[in-house]
């Protein structure tokens, strides 16, 4: 099933049966769902099978980053797959990218190739202890406009750079934006944070939501209330 929505539900679990159980309480005509390291490391390629059948939409969150053709052999197999969408740590550079592109181009499926930019968990100092000397925004700019012309659809940023990637980018390239909280939820690990209506108004095309939906126990409230 495909749907409009912007919002794609992370399912971050150690295990199926937890996983299942949330996907069992939303709804695959209001929502995506996002499987991440934690869950596919614990049950492999099955679950994306179950969510499958469930007629969900996955974007598998593996955030690939080596070599050329080792990311590039990854991302073809989540290809062959069926996921939605599928990422590569942009920071891993223009060669490893199109390398990925040109993978998915043999595909008969291809889902979305999206670049992470800077992880939504990190501010300046974090940057400046990995040795930036840059602020979140402007690396956010440059490897956004690496993804862009190394042929990837889009990027996952913070949706509080949403704005410029759109005026530098334009807005068909495509945002995917974590570290979204509603107001008044906690921030947890995130730092460059926005509530749904901040990332609607700004353009985001999916936000990424995980634990203000899944560790409430009414998901399917919450989300339809963020919608
Ligand atoms: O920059 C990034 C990239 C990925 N994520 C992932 O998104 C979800 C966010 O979950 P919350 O519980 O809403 O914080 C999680 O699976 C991360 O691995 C990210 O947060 N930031």
């Known amino acids: 099933m495909t749907t409009n929505s912007p919002v794609v539900v992370a399912l971050d679990f150690p295990d199926m049966q937890q996983a299942i159980a949330m996907a069992d309480q939303l709804d695959p005509s209001l929502c995506r769902l996002k ?20 007629n969900y939409e996955v974007f598998l969150d593996l955030k690939f980053h080596d070599i050329p053709n080792t990311c590039a052999k990854a991302v073809g197999v ?3 797959l069926g996921v939605w969408m599928v990422n590569v740590h942009a920071s891993g550079g223009q060669r490893m990218m199109e390398a990925a592109r040109n993978e998915l181009e043999k595909k008969s499926h291809q889902p979305l ?3 992470v930019t800077v992880l939504t968990s990190m501010e300046q100092r974090d940057l400046a202890g990995i040795g930036l000397d840059v ?5 956010v700019e440059r490897l956004a406009k690496l993804t862009q012309s190394s042929g990837l659809d ?12 759109r005026d530098v980018c334009g ?18 690990d995130q730092k460059r944070v926005m509530t749904p209506k901040q990332a609607v108004e700004a353009g985001v095309h999916y ?10 126990e009414a998901p399917l409230t919450v989300l339809e209330s963020i919608l």
Do not use: W
């Open 113 to 115: 190739l999206i670049g």
């Open 135 to 139: 602020e979140p925004m402007k690396q």
């Open 171 to 188: 807005a068909d390239f495509l945002t995917v934006t974590p570290g979204i909280r509603p107001e008044g939820s906690d921030i947890g």
């Open 154 to 165: 889009g990027v996952v940023c913070s949706a509080r750079e949403v704005a410029l990637i």
């Open 78 to 80: 989540a290809a062959d």
């Open 35 to 54: 499987v991440g390291k934690e869950l596919y490391t614990a049950t492999g390629p099955v679950i994306l099978e179950e969510l499958h059948k469930r």
């Open 207 to 216: 936000m990424v939501i995980g634990r203000p939906i899944v560790a409430n």
